[in-house]
Structure formats: C-alpha cells, structure tokens
T-cell receptor
Framework: GENVEQHPSTLSVQEGDSAVIKCTYS??????FPWYKQELGKRPQLIID?????GEKKDQRIAVTLNKTAKHFSLHITETQPEDSAVYFC??????????FGQGTILTVHP | EAQVTQNPRYLITVTGKKLTVTCSQN?????MSWYRQDPGLGLRQIYY???????DKGDVPEGYKVSRKEKRNFPLILESPSPNQTSLYFC????????????FGNGTRLTVT
C-alpha cells in the first residue's frame, strides 16, 4: 500500500519567515495530494490540494509543489503569522476512497 | 448548520467491553470515513464508505467494524476494545470521495484501560 513520510516533525520559525514542509510517497500511481491543518484541540481542515497533472498551486500565502519523478511534494508558507501555528498533515491517494496521511509537522511561529 | 457530529466526545472503558462511536452528517455526503490519530503516527484511516451498504478497509482496520445502513450515519464499533485502541478518533465525510475536502467531526477521545 501507499506510504507517506513527512519531514520535519517539528518546525519553529520567526514571524514573517517562510516555512517548508516536505512529504514523500511510495506509490507512483498516487494522483491526489491534499494538505490539512489542525489547530490545537480542533479538527483537521483542508488548506490546499494538488492533483498529479499539476506541478504547483498557490493560494495567497500558501503553495504546494509536486515532483512526480522524485515522488515528493511540499507545502510552502510565506510571511508566516502566529495564527499559522498548528499541526500540518500531508496525504496521498491512489484510489477514490483510500487516503494515507503523513505523520504530521508541528509548526510554531514565534511573534 | 452543515456538520459532522460524533458522539461521545470522551469515553473511558475497560478491555473487552463492546462500544460504539456514532457519526452522523447532515450534508447528504456519499463518502464517509474513520481515522485514528496517535502522536507521531498522524492520521490513519480505519474504514471508509463510498455509499450506503458499501464499506472498505483502510490502513488499520483490525479490531474495528463499521456499517452504513443509511447515508447519514457511519458508526464505528469496537467489539472487544484493547488498550492499544486508546486514541483520538475522527469521522469525516465528503460529497465525492477523497477528491473533495473532507469535513471532520470534533473527534472522540477513547481510553481503554
């Protein structure tokens, strides 16, 4: 089955800096890669996603890039703010129903 | 208000005592799924359902059962809970499988002693 590795497990940045979280996947047939954000004590929420036929996608301060050859994808957050502090999960899927998540990254943005 | 409702929010039980965690959504979503969240392991999919009467195993189905008799409900059943099933459980739904945003419930924190 699919295996998704996420790094780093924790990331600490100063407000205004950029943050990058990387994920690798094992199944070359994976075709959809969402990112979820989970604030402390809350439920996960989708923040951005990308399909395998696209190399990059942006939404204001966040962007995701996909390298299918290397089987990795990354989340980029620019101009970080304290409210970006949360746990971020990447995920990958090859089928309509099965979704495999990474281990999560705890992002802390210091004011 | 569109939502996914899980009950209970917190549950403490003993090894071997059957329990059910309920999940209900009011958005007429076809797809529903269950995840468990453990520190350092992320979210792991237990079971999912593409529609009524259609269920499939996720990555960690052992020790769990589900049913989808009607569209809005997707209960998670632990026939004989064990301590290694102590975890935070999330139910989620979406209109079109995992290719559309998952709407998560508030979570159920289960402790098995």
């Amino acid at each position: 089955g699919e295996n998704v590795e996420q790094h780093p497990s924790t990331l600490s940045v100063q407000e205004g800096d950029s943050a990058v979280i990387k994920c690798t996947y094992s199944d070359s047939a994976s075709n959809y890669f969402p990112w979820y954000k989970q604030e402390l004590g809350k439920r996960p929420q989708l923040i951005i996603d990308i399909r395998s036929n696209v190399g990059e996608k942006k939404d204001q301060r966040i962007a995701v890039t996909l390298n299918k050859t290397a089987k990795h994808f990354s989340l980029h957050i620019t101009e970080t703010q304290p409210e970006d502090s949360a746990v971020y999960f990447c995920a990958a899927t090859t089928s309509y129903g099965k979704l495999t998540f990474g281990q999560g990254t705890i992002l802390t943005v210091h004011p | 208000e569109a939502q996914v409702t899980q009950n209970p929010r917190y549950l403490i039980t003993v090894t071997g005592k059957k329990l059910t965690v309920t999940c209900s959504q009011n958005m007429n979503h076809e797809y529903m799924s269950w995840y468990r969240q453990d520190p350092g392991l992320g979210l792991r999919q237990i079971y999912y359902s593409m529609n009524v009467e259609v269920t499939d195993k996720g990555d960690v189905p052992e020790g769990y059962k589900v049913s989808r008799k009607e569209k809005r409900n997707f209960p998670l059943i632990l026939e004989s809970p064990s301590p290694n099933q102590t975890s935070l459980y999330f139910c989620a739904s979406s209109p079109q499988g995992i290719y559309s945003p998952l709407h998560f419930g508030n979570g159920t924190r289960l402790t098995v002693t």
